[in-house]
Structures are given as C-alpha cells and as structure tokens.
C-alpha cells in the first residue's frame, strides 16, 4: 500500500523533525538564550497555537490510522489519546480567546501522555517485559504497526508530540535566574 508507507513516512519525518527541535532547543537554554532572547519571545507570544497545531497533527494522524487504514488501538494507545485528543478543543478555545490558564491543565495531560507513551514505547521494544493490559477486546500493546528509521513507532510518534506540547508551553516561563 503506497499510502500508508506515504503516511508513514510523513509522520515519521515529522517525528523526526519534532525531535531535532527539542534537542536544540534543550541547546538554546543551556547555552544560547541570553544571545538569542527573540525566538523566546515569539515562542511566548505563539505557545498556545503552536501547541494547538502540535494536538491537532497528533489527533488526526491517530484517527488515520485507526479509523481509514484500520489500526485497532490497544488499550494503551487508548489512554495516550484520551490524553491527546482533548488537547485539541481545549488548545483551540485558549489560542482563541487568548487565555494562558490552560497551559497547566494542558501540562499536566502532557505529562501524563509522556509517561504513557514511554512505558508503551518501552514495551514495544522489549525493555520493559509486563503483561499487556489487553483484555480481549483489543490488540497487544507491543505490535508494531509502524516501524520506520529502525527507532519509530506510533508511541514514540506520541510521546514526541507530548514533549513538544511541553516545550512549547516551559519555552516561554523559562527566565534568567540572577
């Protein structure tokens, strides 16, 4: 199927991207942010759009791969979107109406989505070896429906989106401690 490798390597060059930006922006605030103080100030003016886009790609590339190619969701993926998906609405309403107050419901979720998506991502790869919570009416936790690069998978693709949503929402609260 052409479209689903099309897709998957779309969403895993995002993946990727996404990624690259974290480390450097991990960069930028050990070693750049004094120099550079004007891409913190777009991102605390863009915060809440950026992570908006961020809930939005991740809710549209889960309901892709369940709802058009198919993918049965297993019971972690399950809770990793009932983290992610209402992101979306809440993200959207704040960028609209402008309102900063819901970054801490917003980073909350996130961290809870990050822990998820790792420890799925951790069982998918073998390193943590427990139980699948499968209880009959879903797939096993550690099939792989997306490998891409030799690392990514549909919760490494979660987990990505998590951290970014984090960043986004840190990027702009970070000051210079004197």
């Not at 690259?20 to 550079?36: E, H, N």
């Not at 990050?114 to 879903?138: D, E, K, R, T």
Request: proline share 3%; charged share 10%.
């Amino acid at each position: 199927m052409i479209l689903v490798e099309l897709v998957n390597l779309k969403l895993s060059i995002l993946t990727v991207s996404a990624q690259v930006f974290i480390a450097f922006s991990v960069a930028y605030f050990i070693f750049f942010r004094k120099q550079y103080g004007f891409i913190q100030k777009y991102f605390e003016q863009n915060a809440l759009f950026l992570s908006f886009i961020v809930a939005l790609a991740a809710t549209l590339g889960s309901l892709f791969y369940s709802e058009i190619l198919g993918y049965e969701p297993c019971k972690l993926c399950w809770f990793q979107r009932i983290f992610m998906y209402p992101q979306v609405i809440l993200l959207g309403m704040a960028f609209w109406k402008r309102d900063e107050e819901i970054i801490k419901y917003s980073l909350v979720l996130s961290a809870t989505g990050v822990f998820l998506a790792g420890y799925h991502y951790l069982m998918q790869l073998g390193v943590v070896n427990s139980p699948c919570p499968v209880v009959g009416y879903s797939v096993s936790c550690s099939k792989l429906f997306v490998m891409q690069f030799g690392y990514i998978t549909i919760p490494l693709m979660s987990l990505t989106a998590f951290v970014l949503i984090i960043l986004f929402h840190i990027f702009p609260n970070i000051r210079e401690s004197n």
